[in-house]
């Protein structure tokens, strides 16, 4: 039998050339097609060296396929996308044009009026640990932003089970290749080696994601974040840091209350094959090149406050892998597939 | 007229060993002897070529000097340091030993009953920018831990002038110098490369430094703060991000807040020769090699929280620098003496 | 049926922790027995979170299994082995220990007598590449050292087909994850981290190995090679830099002559899964996590010299990728199963 | 008395912003006058934080000074500097438009006329340990490529003392701020961390300048060079490592021989303020920051050749500060004046 054939508009940024790298290693689909403005007409394998063994050529549109991802930039992704949509293709968006259900949140956050808001309530947001069912009858997936990513696993358990407070304070340090392929002085390799530093100190994009999702988990609340990404000198990577107030009685004292946290999250994520609750505090290492996604919750005794700790690789976990989690299971097949890969270390 | 002379205890580690650097280059003292147990006999300048002007050689123990330093391990700071007080030495101690008031909070934090509590009173807590005065007189300075110098410098205008509440988060990002020159799977360079981790999240030994200080500036308020720290690779820098709720009417709303906030925080540092009050988020690479800290205070309107973030080279102003800024004071130097080097970029 | 067993010995050390995350997704073969003395009851993916799906447990000797790999340090690899070897067990050495055919070597370049000069003629020197057909058939195969193989692929060809005379230049840079697990100042990240330097200067332990391998292919010829590998700062990769005067008239002038030299080079490897021979400089990143060694051969016009120039990932195609490479060869499996991933890029 | 005023044409590449650090501390110039195209109007302490103490604003156009120095690229470099030197004014040129002695490189090189060949002999080759004297009284200085610096400094008391045969290899590794401040997918964090390459395989510009300056240090010989750079992942620093066949019996056999050839590098540099030979392989982190060249020269006694490793920071002693110490001898002054600086370890 035929296997799907799978196509990728815009594989020359890191988003796109990871889901090559994972697509032409996965056994049940065929990537067939990739697309790529600047290169169109280039060898896959000559453009990236990692990929030689693929024959693909760079075109300036996507060919016939049955499922395509999209790793355009925001707004041009949409405009991408719509059309395959009407042909009635499924689509896994890499871009936030379809994550945000409020058409009102673009203009504000992304600067653009939404050409297709009819699309957002058909789109399912892609984090297959909260919403699985959803997806696998999906036509379109928006997939999460990296942070997100990283900050709705460290947090949903808590927030679900009404654990903490109100009050969140998420801190995220990245690795650089989350900024892209495209140049940039504060991505130039002198300026980011041996520098750390927070960014988008006025309201990170990614925030009206996070508080969406927290909030579908807990309706009642209303939530109060604080998101801070900061960019620190390695590749790949987020570790995300989040601080909230323990709701008084919910969870013992001591050592005890730290168990039973432990155990709300083992169980929160017991059938979840990419998440491990880790008794220890992650290392963003432990999940280089990975779609695993690492998390420790624990208890400042001192102050009563939840410390929830992730770890993800930005371009897997965090873009391309979740990417194809979303479409395994858009396809029906087993969620895994092609995922397996253990992390590389050190 | 004979320069004072100045001697280091415990060269070999990276507050020492930098020490030594800044020291070699200082118009007004003169280093003239450093000790160290495992490299005694040993030509400085060949144990550390950077050094190599040099002509001192590591010793077992300290030779006569008029002020001493003590880049010892805690614990065995204070034995090291106890027989030169008794002796009428001027001492900057950059161990933790008598950084803590209360004598009840090295065996809790540090594993050890404090052998002279006496001295605690005596000792004066380094940071200038908060005891200026009192360093000026003082016999023993307790020079400030990295994590605290940035943490405190960060909050201490908000704290002082009660422009938030009591609920501190304190998220600080450390290079691996931080972690000493001693040997350990952590800092093991293929361990700590391409990695972020967060640590010590039961409780960091700088925690009390720095609720200890942030007190002392507001008798009023019962602090109730989180610090986590996170090693992230780069040798050199400490970002410090610290969240608080800004207390209601007291500034402004929208970006006359944002002036305002920053008119407080540059007057409260006016006079400070190694503070600056930058206008947008500052990175750790623009203090490297440098004595300096770059603060900059901003306000997440959603929320209606203080962002504070500072950058410092951990071993500069977070460890060497400071003492020598403490050991100027002492001295009744002019204050920047030695330590007027602009950071090295890129 | 049941799948080969297989067992690592010194399973804590990066070659060690390399082969098992290669082994644990391998689809012929099981891991069944790993062994560590250090870390013996510990469970594997507790020890290294990356490898939690695994449930071995660490043992203080190895179980019963059908081959043996040895990830010992050099001497006490082959007394580990040599029990083994008499009870009829294949084993792949990742040590030097069986990589010299001359015992009298051992005693010059590794400081001790070899307990078992015996099996250096029985050994196989691992190099799939140069000796795939007596690796099919051998119960003991010395896998290459990680500049060696680097080295070697660079340069065979134009020994070979002699095209160069004997004045061999060979300069390396490595990761630091070659140096090992096992702490060390040298190591250390904030030593090794911003920094770069040559290192045995006198005479490195895998020159006699370069020299045993490239005067194989070309007997007549007496080979004067210089060594010297440097360290650079990143974890994993290797890229050697070989230099070596033309044979006059056995290359066409200009353009011409950089053609035949590539197919030259093309040709000899035209067979080989793993070697590629690209048309550029090669990057380390390009083979990152995987088992591909590039390769590109160019020439210095001016001075009618040969640059050949090779990239691999030290732990990969260095150490544990090409030692499961030699043991699909041994157990007659597909050569390149469980060794298909791509690099990980950026 | 007045200061010297000097200036910075093009303040905003890496050269450029780091003279500016340099020459903001130096006691005997005021840097008066920093030019920048598009930057012009902003205030340099913005623009560039860690030099927020000066009070300059970026011009288009430079002011009136009494020694400028020029950071412009070559080609651009010449136009600006030749109405300064009809002018009458002192100019270090950064760039590599007066460093070669004969105007046909220039076209097959750098791919432009020279527009002033009558200057080529007019300017100096400002290394001051070959060219002092010349330096003195010179109205225009060619300061030297950074990798040039590190390998005529390697070599050049080899070459002057007829040590070593005319087959040279020079194998370089440069930090990632020698490719410049312009953005280039090359130095793009993801691209160059985690990453070592060979580059200009087919001759790289500083070529020449090398060979032009060695040929001058022994005029009989008739060099055969090849020279290859390398991107290592590091910010500053280059490691040079030259090979070269040492003649037969200008040096002893063994430990003897490598005392003989230690002592005639050190009396050939025993004036040098900046050059230290060191009697280990030297590291870039024992430079960082620094004016220092450290060299190590090494014989590799198994096939006779002479192994010279240079270890420089990029942009101090292979660019600002080179310059520096050129307009301290041009002015008259103190040679090591504002360049004493200690490198910055770890």
Redesign the interface.
Known sequence: MAKTRVGIINVTG?AG?ELA?IL??HPEVQLTSVTGRSAAGQVLG?Y??????TELTIEPELGEVDLAFSAMPHKESAREIMPLIDKGLNVVDISADFRLKDAADYPQWYDFTHPAPELLAKAVFGLPELHREKIKSAQLVANPGCYPTGAILALAPAVKEGLIGT?I?I?S?S???GAG?S???T?????????????A???HRHLPEIVQELKLLNLESSL???F?P?L??????I?T?A?A?LVTGKIADGKKGEEELLNLYRDFYKDEPFV?V??S??????????NYC?I?P?I?H??G?L?A?S?IDNLVKGAAGQAVQNMNLMLGLLETTGL???????
């Open positions: 890191y050339v790298r032409c290693q000559d990236f060296p990692h990929l030689k063994s009050d304070i801190d340090k690795g650089v290749s392929r140049l940039n002085l991505t130039h390799y002198s300026e980011a080696n041996e520098d750390t530093a927070a960014y100190l006025g309201g109060s974040i604080t801070i900061h620190v000198p390695m590749t790949r990577g570790l840091t601080y107030p491990r880790v008794a505090s992650p290392h963003t290492k432990h999940t280089w090149g990975s690492h420790h624990a400042d001192r102050t406050r410390i700790i770890a397996e890969a253990l992390a590389v270390y050190p």
